[in-house]
């Protein structure tokens, strides 16, 4: 997938470049408070201390600070996420439910780490293409990295469609329990440890299913 750029406009003065930053660091604390991309760029400004003129002379409008400012994040996050999911050795003797808890509380400890950013944006996502792309690149990533932590169970041979659709569950779940791409808060009762628990079970009985499956074939 090429990625959408959204950094031809970052300026090289370090003055522009000053006032760019405090442009974009204002509009994320401020979709984090307020949960929705519903404020203005008179808003961006007062928060910022960055004139209506100075933040026009930087980006075109609002949409392409969005864009700017959701594409910064969703680096941060890969970087994170990538370190987080740093490789890790085949063990010889190790369940595969255990792994399958492993690669799930990772991915709920990067999306309850953003989820007050990342909320907003994907809501925004619905009607902007950029952030939608971007935000679909980085969600690839997230579930390569899950497929890579269950490639260590030694086990059997997992088919990468069925972890895939496995990753589409447990993040669906979390995401969900979350409210992320919704103003609601998450809705659910059960605390993380239980969610992890269930998720895991449910990955590991699927995919042992599979291996019995095609070993009848």
């Not at 400004?45 to 910064?72: C, N």
């Not at 260590?152 to 088919?159: A, E, M, S």
């Not at 990955?203 to 019995?212: F, I, K, N, P, T």
Request: hydrophobic share 40%; with cysteine; proline share 3%.
């Amino acid at each position: 997938m090429t990625l959408p750029n959204t950094k031809s406009r970052e300026p090289k003065q370090a003055r522009s470049r000053q006032s760019f930053e405090k442009a974009l660091e204002a509009a994320l604390t401020l979709l984090q408070e307020r949960g929705t991309d519903e404020f203005t760029l008179a808003d961006v400004s007062a928060r910022s201390g960055v004139s209506i003129g100075s933040i026009y002379a930087r980006f075109q409008g609002k949409d392409e600070l969005l864009r700017i400012a959701h594409g910064r994040k969703m680096d941060d996050i890969d970087a994170v996420s990538e370190r987080l999911f740093e490789p890790r050795p085949t063990r010889l003797e190790v369940t595969l439910e255990a792994v399958a808890r492993e690669a799930i509380d990772l991915i709920i400890e990067v999306l309850r780490r953003y989820a007050d950013i990342l909320r907003p944006f994907m809501l925004r996502a619905t009607q902007d293409e950029t952030i939608s792309q971007r935000g679909a690149a980085s969600h690839a990533a997230l579930a390569s990295h899950f497929a890579k932590v269950l490639s260590t169970w030694p086990g059997g041979f997992l088919g990468q469609a069925e972890i895939g659709w496995c990753f589409n569950v447990v993040y669906s779940v979390v995401a969900r329990r979350l409210g992320l791409g919704s103003t609601m808060e998450g809705s659910g009762t059960l605390d993380w440890p239980e969610i992890s628990e269930k998720l895991a079970g449910m990955v590991a009985s699927y995919l042992m299913s599979c291996l019995q499956d095609a070993a009848n074939a």
